[in-house]
């Protein structure tokens, strides 16, 4: 890994994740030039552990590298990590990624928190949405539950917390924000995201090949629906309310 960046950050930390795992630490905070890093690291653990590689598991800093210790020691496979972080430069073709849109419906009665984000930045509702469909968001990780991306980052104007109390079911298909985070829910799950709205994307399908149909390195549009074209698009309007 170069100087520069070894100076700069203090990294790479390789760190123990159990008997069959190493948690590569490469940032310390959080950037989209990470990805290029992150995916030229994976792209040489594949090519260096072969069969013995289990999963490699990319975050915002971060690469999990799970292997099979009954083909390669621990004290084995975190030496062969040193020698690739040694002269790891990035590589962004690793993390190309597909453009994706999410077609949204932003509106309170899906988006409960909506007019709350709204008063908290300052902003008018319909502010707030043009600011959160403005931009073109990475996926990060993923993550809490199968085909959650965590993407990023948000317009700092945005930038509110979690909720004190989560909510204990999050409609699917809910799109939300959290600090510089913004996601949408592939299941019905607990949640402590600030909800703005709805997508008719179908974030998770076992008939898919991978399953999520966002992965990591992609770039994500959220596109503003009004109803009438949500529910064309087989989007349920259901209250979020309602779900509860």
């Keep these: 890994m170069s100087r520069a960046m070894n100076c700069k950050e203090r990294l790479p930390r390789i760190e123990s994740a159990g008997l069959d ?14 990805l290029a890093w992150l995916g030229a690291l994976a792209r040489r653990c594949e090519a260096e552990f ?18 099979d210790p009954l083909r390669l020691s621990p004290v084995s496979v ?40 709204a008063r908290h930045t300052g902003m008018s509702v319909e502010e ?4 959160h469909a403005g931009r073109e968001y990475r996926v990060f990780a993923l993550g809490f ?25 999050v409609p699917v298909n809910s799109v939300a924000i959290a600090g510089r985070q913004t996601a949408a829910y592939p299941a019905v799950s607990p949640g402590g995201w600030n909800l703005l709205g709805r ?5 998770f399908d076992r008939d898919r090949d991978g399953f999520s149909l ?12 009004a109803r009438a074209a949500f529910e064309r698009q087989g989007g349920d309007a259901t209250p979020a309310e309602n779900h509860a």
């Excluded at 072969?50 to 292997?67: C, K, R, W």
């Design 199 to 203: 997508t008719t994307a179908r974030l």
């Design 21 to 34: 795992g190493w948690m590569v630490r490469l940032f310390a905070r959080i950037d989209e030039q990470n």
């Design 145 to 169: 539950a199968p085909g959650f991306a965590f993407m990023g980052l948000l317009d700092e104007s945005l930038e509110v917390p979690r909720l004190e109390t989560p909510r204990k079911r």
């Design 78 to 117: 975190r030496h062969r990590l040193v020698v690739l972080l040694a002269d790891l430069e990035p590589e962004e073709e690793a993390v190309a990624g597909e453009v994706r849109e999410l077609p949204t419906w932003y509106d309170p009665s899906v988006g409960p928190d909506l007019e709350r984000v």
């Design 128 to 131: 707030v949405i043009a600011r």
């Design 50 to 67: 072969g069969e013995a590689l289990i999963d490699l598991v990319p975050s915002y800093t971060t690469l999990l590298v799970v292997f």
């Design 214 to 225: 966002l992965r990591v390195g992609d770039r994500v549009r959220f596109v503003p629906l």
